[in-house]
């Protein structure tokens, strides 16, 4: 593992595993890492604060079940926006409204591609009115889901991933990066405590 001043990560095959586990299970105790990957648990804990501090790990989060919480309606909505000077406008605007769960800036017909969720096709209408509604927004395009095979939030990480040397780090958005405060998995001496704790 080597993290240069803004490089970009050196991942070994040690690195890959520890990060496969934590994106099938991110409380994953520390020693039943370390018993996959053939290390001690401070020197997983040290390793993955080193992931955290580089920002290959940006956050640790939950899945919820969308249906289980009444949010059965999905679609897609490409937006064209008038000039490209209001582009950032609406990435700053959108980002705030609930129900909106990505944005890209895409390549074709539409500027932005939303991804969206929505308790009802009622919810969905009102929801694609409010994006219509922002300044610089030309015209929409709603594709609704009907049925979902496959929605993974896992990356896939392998050999290309352990291939990659030198060059300049990915930047973040457009093209500044930015560090990112890591919410629910605990650190340094608290996870050194709690490794103690488990043993």
């Not at 299970?25 to 992931?51: H, N, Q, T």
């Not at 679609?75 to 926006?81: C, E, N, P």
């Not at 609930?98 to 009622?122: D, I, N, Q, R, S």
């Not at 340094?188 to 405590?193: I, T």
Request: hydrophobic residues 30%; neutral net charge.
């Amino acid at each position: 593992m080597k993290f240069g001043n803004g490089e970009e990560p050196g991942l070994d095959a040690t690195d890959v595993a520890i990060l496969q586990t934590l994106q099938q299970d991110c409380k994953s105790p520390l020693a039943r890492i370390g018993e996959r990957v053939g290390l001690s648990a401070p020197s997983v804990s040290e390793r993955i604060e080193k992931l955290e501090q580089s920002g290959v790990i940006r956050g640790y989060s939950a899945v919820l079940g969308s249906r289980e919480l009444g949010l059965d309606v999905t679609a897609f909505i490409g937006v064209v926006v008038e000039t490209p000077s209001g582009l950032e406008s609406f990435e700053e605007t959108v980002v705030s409204i609930e129900g909106v769960l990505e944005c890209h800036h895409v390549t074709g017909h539409h500027t932005l591609l939303l991804k969206v969720k929505a308790p009802t096709t009622e919810g969905l209408e009102n929801l694609i009115s409010r994006i219509r509604g922002l300044a610089g927004v030309v015209r929409t395009e709603t594709t609704v889901v009907l049925s979902t095979h496959t929605e993974r939030s896992q990356l896939p990480i392998g050999e290309h991933v352990t291939r990659r040397e030198g060059g300049s780090r990915r930047k973040n958005g457009r093209g500044h990066s930015s560090p990112r405060k890591l919410p629910a998995r605990k650190t340094g001496q608290d996870r050194q405590e709690r490794h103690n704790h488990e043993n």
